[in-house]
């Protein structure tokens, strides 16, 4: 099956990453075949940890090209949502962009898909959580991409969202700095960030922001063997943890089932068991939400976590059910942390020295009068005062002494005469 090439990188300098295989149409004699093809639901722990929860009550924020909530899959999934784009609906469920709209849809069906019937159709890892559609530009519009995923995040927290969902990229390591306060924003309100890795096959060689962002989940992509994607994923140290991202299928605007590669269809299946474990556990906040994900991950090598896989391949069912300690930090970082030292650092001015010479005695003034008019070089009245006394006792003294002196001198030469 030949696949169609990578997408092109975004005029604003954003990337969706999935690259689109062929279509299938869904009809009734192929509904089975369509939820057949989700191995990950099975591999990955996602049924098993059905038995316990289907996300009932969390909603899931897809920060996206906007989400049909139309398609049979979606109904009754999004409760919620708004557009920033210019281009889209005032709810969000408007597809937007030019290169390719369905992007967001197909997000949303992976995270929170509710079937076509009893296995039938493409569902969700979290089949009862909620969308909140929220549509971004990514070939410009009112404001920026940048300052619309910002508006975006604030938006999806002030919503109620308990995941946001960023299935893009800036294909840089560095973010704006209206992200510092938007993002930290999200995670001061107890909201998880999910963000993809990105794709060598879409250009990004390196995981960019916000994947790159303290505190946020990253996402890399592994092949139906679990086994690390080159076209379909990247790498970096930001890693958090790996899902399925080759032979993904879901649903796109219209109703029809894509074959699909990416992280950004890795991403909402790690989303949507994000929100298994909120529902499993609403006590937790977020940092032990992310702990649970990542600690319960399978580890694919050196015991720790790399810059290919994370903490390792996702498990539903462990980060659902397992016994798992509390912690007290975000085990992906602090973005608080990261502002303190390098935002301030790069704006605060040098500080001033605390040292300072000790102060200069005022010279006390001349009472007496004023300077000499010969200047410096005669005494004043207050040198006189202050070393007059002592001299003219010196001087006397040597004046007696020098009496003596040449009294001496004449009885010394009276007595030579003499002889």
């Known amino acids: 099956m030949t696949r169609e090439r990578p997408l092109k990188r975004w005029a604003a300098g954003l990337v969706l990453m999935a690259s689109l295989a062929s279509v299938l149409v869904a009809t009734p004699a192929h509904a089975d075949a369509v939820r057949d093809q989700e191995y990950w639901l099975q591999e990955y722990g996602i049924e098993a940890a059905w038995k316990t929860t289907k996300g009932a009550g969390v909603t899931i924020a897809v920060i996206d090209t906007g989400v049909d909530g139309t398609v049979k899959e979606l109904v009754g999934a999004v409760t919620g949502g708004t557009d920033f784009s210019g281009k889209g609906s005032p709810n969000g469920q408007t597809p937007v962009g030019d290169e390719n709209p369905a992007h967001g849809t197909l997000v949303a069906s992976l995270a929170a898909g509710r079937g076509t019937g009893a296995g039938a159709g493409v569902i969700g890892a979290a089949p009862e959580a909620n969308i909140l559609a929220i549509s971004i530009g990514f070939t410009g519009g009112p404001i920026s991409s940048d300052d619309q995923i910002a508006q975006a995040v604030r938006y999806a927290v002030d919503q109620g969202a308990d995941v946001i969902n960023l299935s893009l990229t800036r294909e840089t390591l560095d973010w704006p700095l209206s992200w510092d306060s938007a993002f930290l924003y999200a995670m001061d309100n107890d909201a998880v960030v999910v963000a993809a890795a990105g794709n060598r096959g879409s250009g990004t060689t390196s995981v960019g922001a916000p994947a790159t962002m303290p505190g946020v989940l990253t996402v ?128 605060t001015p040098t500080p001033v020295p605390s040292f300072s010479p000790p102060p200069v005695p005022e010279a006390v003034p001349d009472v007496a009068g004023p300077v000499s008019p010969l200047g410096t070089l005669l005494p004043t009245v207050s ?8 001299l003219a006792v010196y001087g006397i003294f040597l004046v007696i002494l020098a009496g003596w002196g040449v009294l001496a001198w004449r009885r010394f030469r009276s007595l030579r005469e003499t002889e």
């Open 220 to 347: 890399a992509g592994v092949d139906v063997n679990g086994v690390a994607s080159f076209n379909a994923s990247t790498q970096g140290i930001t890693i958090g943890v790996s899902a399925p991202s080759e032979d993904l299928v879901g649903v796109a605007p219209g109703g029809s089932h894509v074959l699909w590669n990416g992280t950004s269809g890795a991403t909402p299946i790690v989303a949507g068991i994000v929100a298994l474990v909120r529902a499993a556990h609403p006590e937790l906040d977020a940092d032990n939400v992310i702990n649970r994900i990542v600690s319960t991950a399978h580890d694919t090598g050196a015991p720790g976590t790399d810059a290919i896989y994370g903490f390792g391949l996702i498990d539903a069912e462990a980060a659902v059910n397992d016994q798992v300690p509390l912690v007290s930090a975000n085990p992906m970082g602090s973005l608080a942390e990261w502002i303190t030292i390098y935002r301030r650092a790069a704006s």
């Open 383 to 390: 040198m006189l005062r202050n070393v007059g006394v002592p």
